[in-house]
């Protein structure tokens, strides 16, 4: 990696963030529906092409845990299957996802013929063809219920669009002609994403910003460290309670403990209510952006 002065690294990693900032904004301006123009329950980000996390706007902090895990998925499901202009829809909260309704867009970044890196989007859609307009309903009993899964998939390949996919979405959801204009809104912001990784590495090149890249991680990790570090060593615990789960009339446990070593941390959420039979749990990708946040 091109070693880089501390200079260039706060303007590249300041560049990395107003680039995720600008996508938030393209996105809320040219998406109609309210939930994401209105709400703005929607998030954009910037990944390296390990699929690393290093820019994301501030926006809903659960969408930490949901773009990170489609990130890692798509590239343990393609692989060197990513090509210049693949863009990946997903929701499966089971593949990184958080609920069915927030759907992610990621774009492949290349450059010199070189994957390196990804722009992505989430936003939550007002339906998605679940039991209940909405795609959200305290009766549901299982995720069939909930709408549409869509594992993550090539919804563009090489540049071209894959109309056979859409029209699938836009078949089970009550408001086609609304997911259409959503999702074309999240296709633009990716691709505005894109344009403005490139200008940023034909500056600098890309020793320089994969340089800068693991030095921001790097550095991140020890500011991380030194706050744990300033705690005292034990163990603190928190409990609490849910009055039901929408079946049984019983109260449900919420526990945490947090464990602090020097400066290591360790969640533990033994104790926590298991897995219930109404729509309250928490899949893996949407406790740890809980965990990150």
């Known amino acids: 990696m091109g070693k880089i002065n501390i200079i260039a690294l706060q303007i590249i990693q ?9 996508m938030g904004e393209v996105l809320v301006k040219s998406a109609i529906s309210a939930n994401i123009k209105e709400r703005r329950d929607c998030s954009t980000a910037i990944f390296d092409k390990k699929g690393r996390l290093i820019a994301q706007a501030e926006h809903i902090p659960l ?17 060197k299957d990513i090509r210049l202009g693949d863009v990946f829809i ?21 450059y010199n013929k070189k994957l390196s890196g990804f722009a992505a989007n989430i936003a939550h ?36 669009l894959n109309e056979n996919i859409l029209r699938l979405i836009y078949l089970n959801c009550r408001m086609p002609d609304e997911r259409k204009a959503d999702l074309d809104a999240q296709i633009a912001t990716n691709k505005i994403g894109i344009k403005y990784l490139n200008k940023l590495w034909e500056k600098y090149g890309s020793n320089k910003v994969y340089g800068a890249i693991e030095e921001l991680l790097d550095y991140t990790e020890k500011r991380l460290r030194g706050k744990i570090k300033n705690i005292k060593n ?9 009055d039901d789960d929408g079946i049984i009339n019983k109260p449900i446990d919420i526990v945490a403990s947090v464990a602090i070593k020097d400066d290591n941390i360790l969640f533990d959420f033994t104790g926590s209510g298991k897995e219930s039979g109404g729509a309250i749990n928490v899949v893996r990708s949407a406790l740890i952006a809980t965990i990150f946040y």
């Open 14 to 22: 300041n560049k990395l963030k107003s680039i995720a900032e600008l």
């Open 63 to 79: 969408h930490l845990g949901s773009m990170l895990g489609i990130v890692k998925e798509v590239k343990k499901q393609f692989g």
């Open 90 to 110: 997903a929701n499966d909260p089971y593949k990184g996802g958080t609920h069915l309704p927030d759907i992610t867009l990621v774009s492949s970044f290349f």
């Open 125 to 160: 859609h007002s339906d998605i063809g679940a039991a209940a307009p909405g795609g959200i309903s305290g009766n549901a009993r299982s995720i069939y219920e909930e709408g549409l899964r869509i594992p993550p998939v090539k919804i563009i390949e090489g540049g071209k």
């Open 234 to 242: 034990g163990t603190y615990s928190f409990s609490d309670k849910l």
